[in-house]
């Protein structure tokens, strides 16, 4: 039976919001949290989900509140039921920020993908999500809470569907090379990774090279960045750190940035046994299937947008 959960998480409210609402859910027979006044992201459940899996998305959406600030301005959104993906509910309102569908359904079987993020609609003011949807797939969820990484992968999603991917930053020009040096151009980004990978000797920040996506693969090189949250990969051990880098990537984008929120991180240089390598795919986890629709920002009277 798919049910729909309204949850909005407040940058005022911070990670008291996450303390009150982890110990909801059906299973505590109170139902599901109530929404919360507009923050940066409203994440909605389009399927049936674990307790599991909403503490980890409140918590993911909790952190990047904190991390990341924009008022994107409010958008109408029309679409049929099923445009984006399977399961997207009929819309017909208008929204403020970035609208996050959320969904348990079958991807490819267990040890295969993890999960996988599309963009379903795009501000044409900025590039920049408006509509996003996660999938995670349930043949693994047991196995990424054993492993104790369900977390750092919804939290790694949410990047994407926050931004940290093609449809945002190539649109933008701050990507470039070929298949097999890829990087990434921002300015900030590459002040932060300056500072914390000084030995590497390229003036730009790498993107993944293994999956002859060039550009186009939305994640920081594994064979450079180790277990930071944008790789392509997680595993037991793995810290999977939100590292300043990344929320310079972020601030390129376009949006304002709480730098304290970063984790310590350090860029160390891969030798031969001294990294852990992945045990759970994050490749080919952002999916261009299906073109976003780009919207405009509505207009008000007021004058914060334009």
């Known amino acids: 039976m798919v049910f729909m959960n309204r949850i909005s998480i407040s ?5 008291a919001a996450t303390a009150v609402c982890i110990a909801c859910g059906a299973d505590q027979g109170t139902g599901p949290p109530p929404p919360i006044s507009t923050g940066q992201i409203e994440v909605r459940y389009a399927s049936d989900i674990t307790p599991a899996v909403q503490s980890a998305i409140m918590i993911a959406a909790a952190r990047w509140t904190r991390a990341l600030s924009k008022n994107m301005g409010d958008f109408h959104l029309s679409s049929p039921a099923g445009q984006c993906f399977v399961g997207e509910p009929q819309l017909s309102e208008t929204h403020h920020n970035l609208l996050l569908f959320v969904t348990v359904q079958q991807i490819d079987g267990r040890g295969g993908a993890l999960a ?9 003011r900025d590039t920049l999500p408006v509509v996003s949807h996660i999938r995670l797939d349930p043949a693994d969820l047991d196995s990424m809470e054993a492993r104790g990484v369900l977390e750092a992968v919804i939290l790694h999603e949410m990047g994407h569907a926050l931004g940290f991917n093609p449809l945002s930053y190539v649109a933008k020009g701050l990507a470039n090379g070929g298949a ?45 960045f180790g277990d930071e949250l944008m790789v392509a990969g997680v595993g037991p051990g793995y810290k999977s750190p939100l590292s300043s880098i990344t929320l310079g990537f972020f601030k390129d984008l376009g949006y304002d940035v709480d730098f304290s929120v970063a984790d310590p991180y350090e860029v160390a240089p891969l030798f031969g046994g001294d990294r852990l390598l992945p045990e759970g795919s994050l490749r080919n986890d952002f999916l261009t299937l299906t073109p976003p629709i780009f919207v405009s920002p509505l207009v008000v009277r007021r004058g914060w947008l334009r």
């Open 11 to 15: 940058a005022r409210l911070q990670f």
């Open 116 to 124: 996988l993020t599309n963009v379903c609609s795009v501000s044409d």
């Open 180 to 224: 097999s040096d890829p990087t990434f151009i921002g300015a900030v980004a590459r002040a932060e990774f300056a500072r914390h990978g000084a030995w590497y000797t390229g003036a730009t920040v790498p993107l993944e090279n293994t999956s002859m996506l060039g550009p186009r693969d939305p994640h920081w090189r594994l064979n450079v």
